[in-house]
């Protein structure tokens, strides 16, 4: 099951830097950097963890607590002048989300599937 684990964090980093590269995004950016960090983590613990893995919130209320931190994140980068709002970042914040939230499941459920044994 580590091995698992390992495949996904890796493919996903694989997978990134394809879509970094198909939209000419700059993932070192601050910018970029922190906004991809709040879908990655976003996705791990809400949708990976607290939805799918413990089933301790409904996935529509999940909809709803991820779609607030991302329209915060949007807000407050309107009021610092930060131009984030374009298909290309939009696209990237999708796949961070799910990359977060396939990688908060499986990660969970190995530490789980250990700690029984």
Known sequence: MKLMSILVVVTGLILLYFVDAAFKLDIFSAELFIHSLIRFVTGFFILGIGVFYAH???????????????????????????DSFSPEIML??????????????????????????
């Open 92 to 117: 990237h914040s999708i796949y961070m989300l799910l990359w977060g939230a396939l990688t908060g499941y499986v990660i969970i459920r190995q530490f789980k599937s250990e700690a029984s044994d």
């Open 56 to 82: 301790l919130i409904r996935f529509k209320i999940s909809i709803y607590i991820v779609l607030a931190l991302v329209l915060a994140d949007d807000i407050w980068d309107y009021f610092r002048h930060v």
